[in-house]
């Protein structure tokens, strides 16, 4: 079994919700877990093995006669720490039950003495006939858990228990069997995120390329982990987050004022918006024209970490900086000039980074050692980052 990752097998049935473990293995990879998918060769009639190598990263094998030199289903099983297998059909439950081994996905089942959890999804009808019903039995005898299905709308106008439960549902069972707890619970965390932009008249301004990604993969994580997210968001799309309280903003002078009714309530801030710098003296009430835009005459931004950093009581407070150069260097005197407890010094050289779902550079704390980053996931990064607060809570 791994040691250093949760490492878990999602085994897809041939089942109409099998498109929804896609959405599955996204969120458990966010979570952390390596997952390797091993589907059933029916099941690749509703998501084919490319889908499942791109999102997974990893190789899909389906069947045990399939680089038999890797003994894929011991190998796997070896590797495994815990088991998913979503959706799981009617007669995938079956096969269990019966100890059959005729895929690589019944072997690996048989193979494994892990944590299993098994999630089914089918009509009605088949959920609740009596050998479906004997077979969910046995299953839980043995020791698997086996989720009820959730009850709505199926495939055409049917409606009843047999739906897929939601992929939130499947996680926080799948937590609760591998320890993965929600740590953050009871934690109010206040997250920046986004870029400001300072007008110079109604059209134009002094913004930057900050896109609000890293801020989104921490507040969403925050949430898996049970804390209570505050995010104040300046010109970035945050349509996609649910559960958040969000505050949206445009400048750095409006920032400043979310940030001074929001910041004394939480225990954390991560200041992951790129604040402007600076900004013009005097913004035009109507548009410059073409030929008097000659210069701009500027005026330097108050520095908001700055002012928090001296006005902290028991906040953890992690920044952010981008650098193209001397990043150990530049981020070391960040952390200590602001009051910082963590700061990420993001390797923005080339215009890397900035809109993008990857980012590379370095974490580095007060007391710890340097974390080097060479290019990892965004919400890769949100974990470490709260995993790094989490430590500085106690």
Not at 21 to 32: F, I, M, N
Not at 346 to 359: C, E, H, L, Q, Y
């Amino acid at each position: 079994m791994s040691s250093t990752t949760r490492e878990v097998i999602l085994g897809v049935g041939a089942g109409i919700a099998a498109y929804k473990s896609c959405d599955l293995l996204r969120r458990l990879q966010e979570r952390g877990y390596g997952v390797t998918v091993v589907p059933t060769p029916t099941s690749l009639n509703f998501v084919g093995a490319a889908t499942w190598q791109a999102l997974s990263g990893r190789p899909v094998t389906t069947q045990v006669w399939e680089n038999t030199h890797e003994v894929s289903h011991i190998s796997l099983a070896e590797r495994a720490d815990f088991f998913l297998i979503a959706p799981a059909t009617a007669d995938l439950i079956a096969r269990i039950a019966a100890g059959r081994a005729d895929d690589l996905l019944t072997n690996l089942v048989l193979a494994s003495d892990v944590p299993m959890l098994i999630v089914p999804a089918m009509h009605p009808s088949m959920w609740n006939d009596p050998a479906t019903v004997a077979n969910v039995a046995t299953l839980r005898k043995r020791g698997y858990t086996v989720m009820e299905p959730e009850v709505g709308r199926l495939t055409g106008t049917d409606s009843g228990q047999g739906r897929f439960p939601e992929t939130s549902t499947i996680i926080a069972a799948l937590d609760e069997i591998s320890g993965n707890k929600r740590d953050l619970v009871g934690k109010r965390i206040l997250i920046t995120g986004g870029g400001t932009r300072e007008a110079i008249d109604p059209v134009r301004f002094i913004g930057n390329r900050s896109s609000g990604k890293q801020a989104l993969a921490i507040a969403r994580n925050a949430l898996l982990r049970g804390a209570t997210v505050d995010l104040i968001a300046a010109n970035m799309d945050s349509s996609s987050l649910n559960g958040a309280h969000v505050t949206s903003v445009e400048s750095a002078a409006e920032m400043r004022a979310a940030l001074a009714i929001s910041f004394p309530l939480c225990d954390v801030l991560i200041m992951c918006a790129a604040v402007a710098d600076a900004k013009p003296v005097r913004s035009a009430i109507e548009k410059i024209k073409k030929s008097l835009f000659t210069s701009i005459e500027l005026e330097p931004n108050p520095d908001l970490l700055a002012e928090l950093g001296k006005s902290k009581t028991h906040q953890i407070m992690i920044g952010f900086a981008a650098e193209t150069s001397e990043l150990r260097e530049s981020a070391r005197a960040k952390l200590l000039a602001k009051g910082l407890d963590v700061i990420y010094v993001n390797d923005v050289s080339g215009g890397a980074i900035f809109g993008k779902d990857t980012t590379q550079g370095m974490i580095l704390t007060r007391t710890g050692a340097d974390i080097a980053l060479k290019e990892v996931s965004k919400d890769a990064l949100a974990n470490l980052l709260l995993d790094h607060a989490n430590r500085q809570l106690g």
